[in-house]
């Protein structure tokens, strides 16, 4: 029952990474780069939601292509 959650759940992961880099790019007003910009420090949540929704997106997908879902 849980392969067929297996696409929302990969969905879902994405969602929080794209918090996490919308919320550090927001509060820093980094949204474009530009050359010899010091980049501001990150907080800790903004690690946390991109790295486990990075984490998780990526351990889903290659479930979702190991098990032909």
């Known amino acids: 029952m849980w392969l067929k959650l ?9 969602i929080i990474f794209v918090i996490g ?3 550090y790019a927001i509060r820093t007003k980094t949204f474009f ?6 980049h501001p420090k990150h907080t800790k ?6 790295a486990f929704g990075l984490l998780g997106f ?3 997908s290659n479930l ?6």
């Open 45 to 50: 949540d903004e690690i946390i939601l991109s």
């Open 21 to 23: 880099v919308i919320k």
């Open 64 to 69: 979702r292509g190991f098990l032909d879902i």
């Open 6 to 14: 297996l696409p929302y759940i990969q969905f879902i992961c994405f």
């Open 33 to 38: 780069i530009m050359p010899n910009m010091k």
């Open 58 to 60: 990526v351990i889903s």
